[in-house]
């Protein structure tokens, strides 16, 4: 049987979702995790991949098992797992269904404040010249992108994907009452590697004066690199609501 699990995790300890050698990542810990469990080895593939120190809110992954799940099992699983992994939901889906190839959108976050906080170090960048970013330029440098749909400038060198194309149906940042934090809201069908950090590094660049609306439009017709472009830190980045057709 394939089962669909929803889950969120704070991805500050960990070297990103994917297992590599010699560090630990949240799939390791999962799979260590279930096979103490279910007493056999499980295999999770997950809806996407994060980097290093990014969180999500919203993630979804599938595993097989030749069984049924045990008694209690989500409730024996959130014991078993770290403070900063928890299951929500466990649900059996049709065996071909894909927890990466059959998501049909992803949505990010990114949380920038001027404020220091030092309850949210770990959850949010704090941008000591946020009160010298111009609004209006930082909602502009966001929406323009709405209007492309190829965004090489803002995938990091040595990528082997094969297509720059992405679907954004959102691009836009969200500003606090007081005006002192902003979230940026982003949604897809996919993402390129590190897209979003050059998205949000780009917006900065714009509203603080440091690149101009023209600028970045070249880069984009010509799909070509933005000069000095910047790709701000992990801690700030959520991933979340991830949509599919069935699930």
């Known amino acids: 049987m394939r089962y669909f699990a929803r889950l969120a995790y704070r991805g500050t300890r960990y070297f990103g979702w994917q297992r590599q050698p010699n560090q630990i990542s949240i799939q390791e810990k999962i799979e260590e995790t279930l096979q103490i469990l279910l007493r056999q080895q499980v295999e999770v593939t997950g809806c996407g991949r994060t980097d290093t120190g990014v969180h999500a809110a919203d993630y979804v992954l599938h595993f097989d098992l ?11 699983l ?43 170090e770990d959850t949010v960048w704090i941008y000591r010249f946020f009160d010298k970013l111009d609004p209006l330029k930082l909602q502009q440098s966001a929406s323009l992108l709405l209007d492309y749909e190829e965004f090489f400038p803002f ?10 194309k992405c679907k ?76 599919y057709p069935f699930f």
Request: hydrophobic residues 35%; contains cysteine.
């Open 78 to 120: 959130n014991s078993l797992l770290p403070p900063d992994i928890v299951f929500y939901s466990v649900n059996p889906v049709h065996p071909e269904a894909h927890a990466r190839f059959d998501a049909v959108s992803r949505s990010y976050e990114y949380h920038m404040s001027g404020i220091k906080d030092p309850f949210r």
């Open 168 to 243: 954004l149906s959102r691009s836009e940042w969200i500003l606090s009452d007081d005006k002192k934090s902003a979230v940026y809201h982003v949604t897809s069908d996919r993402f390129l590697r590190g897209m979003i950090r050059l998205i949000v590094g780009m917006s900065i660049s714009v509203a603080s004066g440091k690149l101009s609306i023209e600028q970045v439009k070249n880069a984009l017709e010509t799909q070509s690199r933005l000069i000095d472009a910047v790709s701000v830190p992990s801690q700030g980045l959520f991933l979340r609501d991830i949509q």
């Open 66 to 76: 030749e069984d049924e799940l045990p008694d209690q099992f989500l409730r024996r």
């Open 155 to 164: 995938c990091k060198s040595n990528t082997d994907v094969q297509t720059m």
